[in-house]
């Protein structure tokens, strides 16, 4: 289990992460999500003791990351494809981490094989490979300690379609076997398909946390009618907020017993009227962070 408990960081006046608290259990993948620049990454590194955190504390198997005895034997972490010595081959590399955890020479041969990398691609030097076999290398040695937790930051960055529904069946089977998933992605189908759990960030602060289900589920109401122009004024004299489907709906942030009673008090017609759960990840996802893409565009 991942505890995190009021955990912020500042750089000076500026507040990367603020008080951010959240959970991640066994037998789950938890996705965490949120903008470029939102403190995903900043937060998995106060975790994984690599950034100090300003206040706040986490706790990983019950104890702070740093307290863990051996702790590639608890916890596999994925931070940065790209932090792997050039020079050497990625045998090389995982024959040291091995050598470090006190592993047998063995299971370096069987991570290889379980990403992809075995044969000649084990032999090459890291410097000649694409970013996608760095990815799997990442993943061989955040898996080579056999551990109880994975903290992967972006891990099918530079994967192929048929690499990341590799990655979606081993991270799916890890789960299933009672192991604890964080990961983080900007691939929001993809953890769709995956988490079981959502963890959303926006400009440092938590903004949605719960099932897939539950978040799904509250991302508003789906609407149409046949005169969308008088639909538009409806939702606008009533101070609704609404982004619209490519298929000519509209999704507002009010419940269906709202959007009825306005659209009747205007006399709307309306054809359809029902809870947007099958909006999907991207519409929640933008919903709740369009703070964010305003900063943005303003900058």
Not at 103 to 121: C, N
Request: hydrophobic share 40%; charged share 20%; proline share 4%.
């Amino acid at each position: 289990m991942i505890i995190v408990e009021q955990l912020s960081k500042r750089y000076g006046a500026h507040v990367s992460v603020d008080n951010v608290s959240f959970r991640a259990e066994p037998g789950s993948v938890t996705g965490f999500l949120g903008p470029n620049g939102a403190g995903k990454s900043t937060t998995m590194r106060m975790m994984t003791g690599l950034t100090p955190a300003s206040a706040g504390h986490s706790t990983i198997l019950g104890v702070p990351y740093a307290e863990l005895p051996n702790p590639g034997r608890h916890v596999g972490v994925l931070l940065d494809a790209s932090a792997q010595h050039n020079g050497r081959t990625g045998r090389e590399v995982l024959r040291l981490d091995a050598m470090t955890m006190g592993l047998p020479r063995g299971r370096v041969d069987e991570m290889l094989e379980t990403v992809g990398l075995s044969g000649a691609e084990g032999d090459r030097r890291v410097g000649n490979y694409s970013l996608g076999m760095r990815q799997r290398l990442g993943i061989a040695h955040a898996l080579l300690g056999d551990p109880q937790v994975l903290i992967l930051d972006e891990p099918a960055n530079g994967l192929d379609p048929a690499g990341i529904h590799w990655m979606r069946g081993l991270l799916r089977t890890f789960a299933e076997r009672g192991g604890t998933v964080l990961l983080s992605s900007h691939l929001l189908h993809e953890i769709e398909l995956i988490a079981d759990h959502l963890v959303l960030i926006g400009r440092g602060k938590i903004v949605a946390d719960g099932t897939k289900a539950e978040l799904l589920s509250t991302v508003g109401t789906l609407v149409r009618s046949p005169d969308r122009n008088a639909l538009t004024r409806c939702l606008d004299t009533a101070g609704i907020t609404y982004q619209a489907t490519d298929d000519g709906a509209y999704v507002v942030d009010a419940t269906s017993e709202q959007v009825a009673g306005i659209a009747t008090r205007d006399r709307v017609v309306v054809t359809e009227l029902r809870n947007a759960d099958g909006a999907g990840l991207e519409d929640m996802f933008l919903q709740l962070t369009a703070d964010d893409a305003r900063e943005q565009v303003s900058a």
